[in-house]
T-cell receptor, first 116, second 113 residues
Framework: DTGVSQDPRHKITKRGQNVTFRCDPI?????LYWYRQTLGQGPEFLTY????????KSRLLSDRFSAERPKGSFSTLEIQRTEQGDSAMYLC??????????????FGPGTRLTVL | GDSVTQMEGPVTLSEEAFLTINCTYT??????LFWYVQYPGEGLQLLLK?????DKGSNKGFEATYRKETTSFHLEKGSVQVSDSAVYFC????????????FGTGTRLKVLA
């Protein structure tokens, strides 16, 4: 069990550019969540996957955001035409649904995005 | 909708002092409750959890009891150390099947030697 990993850890981009983040969950975990955390705030839910299916998206996830989880393993979060308001820490978490630990999520170290 | 309210920080304590960080929640149904800790530059680490009323979660000297009657889940530690300095987040897991978390705004703890 190597934990949840995220790449890159830091990303600086210019407004209008596209960025993509990757999350590798704990290997046997079938659920994967994305959250966004702005400075001084708690994380806010963006979207989640059960295996490869994206089952819920928050209203925070505008049309410029898209997430995928091909083959139910790693996931990517892409932001198109970035805006300064997208600057935040993007956190990924995974869990094992269908067990008594369904509601326990394990978080990665996050990707800090800065949009100039 | 569901929500979590935490006491504002920062909280500054001397080493070996008693710690309480207040957390109250609003939820439909009976959510699971969690405390996570975030050290500088790192992601969130699960500290403890409780899944039903009167459950007590504990880990590394930290404790919190699920109080349904007061809708609270206050975090306590009898004697803090400098290494406990971090941001602490209270969260609930929604029970609609998503199990997404609703977090409080976090409480920064600074422990002085």
């Amino acid at each position: 069990d190597t934990g949840v990993s995220q790449d890159p850890r830091h990303k600086i981009t210019k407004r209008g550019q596209n960025v993509t983040f990757r999350c590798d969950p704990i290997s046997e975990h079938n659920r994967l969540y994305w959250y966004r955390q702005t400075l001084g705030q708690g994380p806010e839910f963006l979207t989640y996957f059960q295996n490869e299916a994206q089952l819920e998206k928050s209203r925070l996830l505008s049309d410029r955001f898209s997430a995928e989880r091909p083959k139910g393993s790693f996931s990517t979060l892409e932001i198109q035409r970035t805006e300064q308001g997208d600057s935040a820490m993007y956190l990924c978490a995974s869990s094992l649904a269908g067990t008594r630990f369904t509601d326990t999520q394990y978080f990665g170290p996050g990707t800090r995005l800065t949009v100039l | 909708g569901d929500s979590v309210t935490q006491m504002e920080g920062p909280v500054t304590l001397s080493e070996e002092a008693f710690l309480t960080i207040n957390c109250t929640y609003t939820a439909t149904g009976y959510p699971s409750l969690f405390w996570y800790v975030q050290y500088p530059g790192e992601g969130l680490q699960l500290l403890l959890k409780a899944t039903k009323a009167d459950d007590k979660g504990s880990n590394k000297g930290f404790e919190a009891t699920y109080r349904k009657e007061t809708t609270s889940f206050h975090l306590e530690k009898g004697s803090v150390q400098v290494s406990d300095s971090a941001v602490y987040f209270c969260a609930l897991s929604d029970q609609t099947g998503t199990y997404k978390y609703i977090f409080g705004t976090g409480t920064r703890l600074k422990v002085l030697a």
